[in-house]
């Protein structure tokens, strides 16, 4: 398995790492070459590799001369906000996001507290192979343990939620409504509970012990999310009223559970926090962002409230940079990743979990009504191992459909009468995803089955 460098980061298994025992020192004297002068924060997911890189990385930074800032097990959007707030040089994130336990990676951050973009990346990877002078000076380390609760009262101190915490406590505690969480026992193992407890309402932990042991697949997907679903059928069955929050290892993705037990689709994560945000904040721009493979559910959402969609590249910082150039307020994947300028520029399953909270509260509804309040667009999703030449393929799908139209935003997407298929190639993994969207399911499948022909 190649070592693989894209535009979300670093990515390995702990194979590779043992063959390239220079990896992390390597990017860590390219990443103090690339930055500007000051601080570099460092974070960890809860995978136990990460403890041993966090200490490769703080010895390198150290002898280098770069002062460090450790917030050790937090969501990747903590170290975001903290990066932004504190105005810090950038930051690092050790997690390979929902990869498998056996791999890890690095997240590179910004001053801003955003990603680096394409064009940033192909000038920080030009720092690999630069030689780097020591100056003789070792930087300092300081240890900070207050980023989760600074990240969350930035969060709750936003106008439009915060006059509305007090009818979110009445809400639940009215309908009695309880969470089961699964943060695959990492970084929001801690986070998660802790923003559930502003809100005065009971909990209960599945997988949330910080350990980084992946109880299941990390993807928060609804085959992984099982035994999440059957604490909440157990719990109708005692009519006990709860609903599942499921986050990834490094917590910028959120994955909802209803309160019959039935997994919400990832997909509508993002439109769940757009319908919250155009309802509750009145002042809210008449645009939001989502990516090429997001649901067209999004569409639908952003009609009601004479909004419009605009679409990105696949990748959190391609959607950043689509919000900050239509000057958007709310954007996101639908991958579960929710993004709220107004917290910061990164997707973020606490933003997210807020969001549903004031959509609830406000609809004095249950998430199952919500949920069936939409329309139910079917929706495929399959992935093949490739590492052939992308160029090629496109074009062979391109010449298969000569009379849709075709987006080349990201890959190739075909836009039918009644939906739409996608297929791009793999930031974080050596495949090609193809996701297929239509008013049903017979429709998708057959979306589906024509371009894997093609292929």
Wanted: some cysteine.
């Amino acid at each position: 398995m190649a070592i693989i460098k894209s535009i979300s980061g670093l990515r390995f298994t702990s194979n590779e790492l043992e063959n390239e025992p220079d990896l992390i020192e390597k990017y860590a004297r390219a990443f103090h070459l690339y930055l500007t002068d000051g601080t570099i924060v460092l974070a960890r997911d809860g995978r136990p590799s990460g403890k041993n890189i966090m200490e490769r990385l703080i010895k390198e930074f150290a002898r280098i001369g770069r002062n460090l800032v450790t917030l050790d097990i937090v969501p990747t959007p903590t170290l975001q906000v903290f990066v932004e707030t504190h105005k810090a040089a950038g930051g690092i994130c050790i997690t390979a996001s929902h990869n498998p336990e056996n791999w890890n990676g690095l997240k590179f951050i910004n001053n801003d507290g955003t990603f680096l973009d394409a064009k940033e990346n192909e000038i920080f990877w030009d720092f690999l192979d630069r030689e780097i002078k020591i100056n003789g000076n070792a930087g300092c380390v300081n240890a900070n343990d207050d980023a989760v609760s600074k990240h969350i009262e930035k969060l709750l101190s936003l106008q439009f939620i915060s006059v509305r915490i007090d009818a979110i406590k009445n809400y639940l505690k009215k309908n009695n409504v309880k969470f089961a969480i699964d943060a695959v026992n990492s970084s929001g193992s801690n986070a998660v509970p802790m923003l559930l407890n502003l809100f005065e309402c009971e909990y209960e932990k599945l997988y949330c012990d910080n350990s980084g042991k992946f109880p299941h697949n990390p993807e928060p997907l609804p085959e992984n999310l099982t035994a999440l679903s059957d604490f909440i059928k157990s719990k109708k069955n005692a009519n006990e009223r709860y609903i599942g929050i499921a986050v990834d290892p490094d917590a910028d993705r959120l994955v909802l559970v209803d309160e019959d037990g039935e997994c919400v689709s990832e997909e509508k994560t993002i439109c769940i926090a757009i319908d919250s945000y155009f309802t509750i904040n009145s002042a809210a721009k008449n645009i939001a962002i989502v990516n090429q493979s997001t649901t067209m559910l999004a569409e639908w959402v952003a009609k009601k409230y004479n909004k419009t969609i605009e679409r990105s590249a696949v990748g959190e910082i391609n959607v950043v940079k689509k919000m900050q150039e239509k000057n958007a307020e709310i954007g996101g994947e639908g991958s579960g990743g929710v993004i709220l300028s107004d917290c910061h520029y990164g997707r973020d399953s606490l933003v997210g979990i807020v969001l549903l909270l004031c959509l609830l509260s406000e609809k004095n509804i249950s998430l199952k009504d919500l949920i069936n309040s939409y329309p139910q667009y079917a929706m495929l999703k399959s992935k093949y191992n490739f590492d052939g030449d992308k160029k090629s393929l496109y074009d062979k799908i391109k010449n298969a459909n000569p009379k849709h139209k075709i987006s080349e935003i990201d890959g190739i997407k075909v836009h039918y009468d009644r939906g739409w298929i996608h297929i791009r190639t793999s930031n974080t993994e050596p495949i090609v995803r193809i996701i297929a969207e239509a008013e049903n399911i017979e429709l998708a499948k057959m979306y589906l089955e024509k371009l894997v022909k093609v292929m």
